[in-house]
Each structure stands twice: as structure tokens, then as C-alpha cells.
């Protein structure tokens, strides 16, 4: 590979123009995104999408915080949801896939084979809305939130993937100087796991803070709505209003301005932001190689 600091000037300039361009097509959508949420309806309508609002309005963010008590609680649910979601989640998955990655696990195949198995095929929608409803009775609970979502087979298998890369001299290492299976694991095994842990912990609370169908199917207290369920709502809320302005005869209409495009853009704000704040956190550790040099020749 070619030494970046040997490179001449008109090849620094080409490859920093690149990836110039690269980061401009990553930002001009979210720009895009905000720019929509922040700008009037009837502009939206006459003249469509902007990257720059033509007449800066705020009545998308309006109507989305009428109620901001109940955008707070979402919230509130939302976070305590991802957090310990992803906490539980990431304890199981790298437990259980530290164990597969075991070659003198015998059981290795065998339940590597299970996990595979579930990722082709599932027991079906009714016999696991039952199960969770009728027989664990989780139905309107935090934690219906939380368990169906805590171990997921293609996280597993990448997991073992990467545990699989750390040399077994050092893990034998350790044994003879008298550690145990637990104290090796916690020690030495997650410490090298970072990089695997932050990218399955970073798609783990993507998926806990995005979902929004198991609070559909199981919730049916306002108080446990986690942020995405609620704001689904006010989406379907404002097409229903819309269309039902609509049917009605032009004298009966009533003179109110729904700021449909606007508010599901300020929608998309509001649910994204978190997440672009936690993002950077996790881009330290998007590295390979920690293992290099870990055992001497």
C-alpha cells in the first residue's frame, strides 16, 4: 500500500477532493431534511423540495410539540429503552458468541446450526404474538419492548466472526497464569472485542430506537409509546385529517393548514438527532488490527 505522506500534491488534492465530494453527498440530504422541516407548507406545495426554505416556518415543529409532555415521555421510553436493550443485548450476544467461538466447545456446530436456522425460518406472526401476550402476559409492559429483540442470529454470527480472529495463544496465555473462564473474558476477550462490540452495539440501538411495531402489536398504554410509535401516530393523525378535509364539500371545509411535509420532516429531525449525536462515539472504534502484534513470533 502506497504511503499517503509520499504521495505528490496533484495526487493529495485529487484524493482530498474525493472524498470532499463524498462527504458533501452524505450532507446534502440531512441538510435537505431540515431545510423541508423548516420551511412553509403552501412553498412545499407550490414549489416543491428546497435545500434553503423559500419562507422559513416553523408550524411543522409546532404542531409536532402541541403536546410536549407526551414527546418528553416518548422520549423518556425511548432512551431507557436503548439503553438497557442494548446493554442486555450486548451481554447475551458476546457471551454466546464467544462460546461458538470456542474451538474446543463440542457444541459449537450444533448450535451454530440452531442460530442459522432462525435467520431462514420463524414459528409465525400469531404464535408469537400468543406466546408473548397470552402466556408470558408482557403485552403493555416495558419489557415486551426489550426480550424480542435481545439476541438477533446475524449479530451472533458476526460477533463469533470477529472473536474467532483473536489468537487462542493469548486465551491459553491467561489459563496458565491461573485465570478463569470468566475473568478471561471479561479481561481479555471484550477489551479486544471492542471494534465488534461497537459496531453490533451501534446497530443494536439503531434497531431498539427506530422500532416502532412491537409498540403497535403490545402497547396500548400512552405512557410506555416509545418516541417512534408516537410520532407514527401523529403521521397517521395528519393523513387522516388531510383526506378527510378533502371528501368534505367546500363550504363545510375548515380553514386549517396541516403542515404535512413539514411536520414529517421535523418528524425525521427529532427521531435522528439522538443518533448522530451517539454516532461519533462509536466511530473511534470502527478500526481493525487491534490484534496485530498482540503475539509475539
Known amino acids: 500500500m502506497t504511503d499517503y505522506r509520499r504521495l505528490s500534491l496533484p495526487a493529495r488534492i485529487i484524493i482530498h477532493a474525493i472524498m470532499l465530494s463524498f462527504a458533501v453527498m452524505c450532507i446534502i440530504p440531512l441538510w435537505g431534511i431540515i431545510a423541508i422541516s423548516l420551511s412553509n407548507e403552501t412553498d412545499i406545495s407550490l414549489f416543491g423540495y428546497s435545500i434553503f426554505p423559500r419562507t422559513p416556518d416553523l408550524l411543522g415543529y409546532r404542531y409536532v410539540l402541541t403536546n410536549p409532555v407526551m414527546i418528553l415521555n416518548s422520549y423518556r421510553v425511548s432512551i431507557g429503552l436503548t439503553l438497557v436493550g442494548t446493554a442486555m443485548s450486548l451481554i447475551i450476544t458476546a457471551g454466546l458468541s464467544y462460546a461458538l467461538s470456542r474451538a474446543d466447545y463440542k457444541l459449537r456446530n450444533h448450535v451454530s446450526f440452531f442460530i442459522f436456522f432462525t435467520l431462514l425460518f420463524s414459528g409465525g406472526l400469531v404464535p408469537w404474538y400468543m406466546l408473548i401476550s397470552r402466556y408470558l402476559n408482557l403485552k403493555s409492559t416495558f419489557w415486551v419492548l426489550v426480550l424480542p429483540y435481545l439476541v438477533h442470529p446475524w449479530f451472533v454470527l458476526i460477533l463469533r466472526t470477529f472473536m474467532q480472529k483473536i489468537p487462542m495463544e493469548i486465551i491459553e496465555s491467561c489459563m496458565i497464569d491461573g485465570s478463569g473462564e470468566y475473568r478471561t473474558f471479561l479481561m481479555i476477550v471484550l477489551p479486544l472485542s471492542k471494534p465488534g462490540l461497537a459496531t453490533v452495539g451501534l446497530f443494536t440501538m439503531l434497531r431498539y430506537w427506530n422500532d416502532w411495531w412491537l ?83
Open 215 to 297: 409498540a403497535m402489536l403490545f402497547i396500548e398504554k400512552d405512557s410506555l409509546a416509545p418516541l417512534q410509535y408516537m410520532l407514527y401516530r401523529m403521521m397517521n393523525n395528519i393523513a387522516f385529517l388531510t383526506s378527510s378535509s378533502n371528501q368534505m364539500p367546500p363550504g363545510l371545509r375548515a380553514d386549517i393548514q396541516l403542515p404535512k411535509e413539514s411536520a414529517r420532516m421535523a418528524m425525521a429531525v427529532l427521531a435522528a438527532g439522538p443518533m448522530l449525536m451517539v454516532f461519533p462515539f462509536f466511530q473511534r472504534y470502527f478500526v481493525k488490527g487491534l490484534t496485530v502484534g498482540a503475539v509475539k513470533g
